[in-house]
């Protein structure tokens, strides 16, 4: 699949988002799947279904919107998204960030899945995981090595290594 990646110009700074649909996730696909049927009990006007389908709609995008994080990197930042609150953005200054952890992190009742995320490490001793559960194999080795190329300190425990499942 051709790499997707956005790029916004943002006060004079252009950020290179690494992205793809929320379709490329199982939270992603649930989310759309409700929302379509949101919208086809508002068809068939049955008030008792429309208040269920629009109550547990809500509660999955609250519930997942924590593995749904993509990432932009600028001149001087790097940008960390969500898909479901997209007006929302953190902007980290390269020079405040110690070090990014590439991790995986077991989700789902019976931990039956891994969304790949970073642990953001910075100078402060502060650290901060966003995981991001759509973007593919391509997007995660361009972004380790921007980030990389940048001067951040790199640790990988999921990516790219010799017998990893990613």
Same mark, same amino acid.
């Given at each position: @699949? ?19 649909? /929320? ?6 696909? /649930? ?6 049927? %949101? ?10 279904? /429309?208040? @269920? ?13 924590? $593995? @749904? #994080? ?15 609150? %997209?007006?929302?953005?953190?902007? %980290? ?24 995320? /970073?642990?953001?490490? $910075?100078? =402060? ?15 995660? $080795? =361009?972004? #380790?090595?921007?980030? $990389?190329?940048?001067?951040?300190? @790199?640790?990988?425990?999921? %990516? ?7």
């Amino acid at each position: @699949m051709k790499e997707r990646v956005r790029v916004t110009q943002n006060s004079n700074e252009q950020i290179k988002y690494y992205k793809r649909p /929320i379709f490329f996730s199982f939270s992603g696909v /649930i989310v759309v799947f409700l929302g379509l049927f %949101f919208l086809f009990s508002i068809y068939i006007n049955f008030p008792l279904l /429309i208040i @269920m389908v629009a109550i547990t709609l809500l509660l999955k995008i609250f519930l997942s919107s924590h $593995k @749904m #994080f993509y990432f932009g990197i600028s001149d001087q930042h790097l940008v960390v998204k969500n898909s479901y609150f %997209f007006w929302r953005k953190k902007f %980290f200054l390269f020079e405040e960030i110690d070090s990014v952890f590439f991790t995986g992190k077991k989700v789902g009742p019976a931990h039956y899945c891994y969304a790949l995320g /970073i642990v953001l490490s $910075k100078e =402060d001793g502060k650290e901060q995981v966003y995981l991001g559960a759509t973007l593919g194999r391509k997007q995660w $080795k =361009d972004l #380790f090595d921007i980030l $990389k190329s940048r001067g951040i300190k @790199m640790r990988n425990n999921v %990516f790219f290594t010799k017998g990893s499942c990613y």
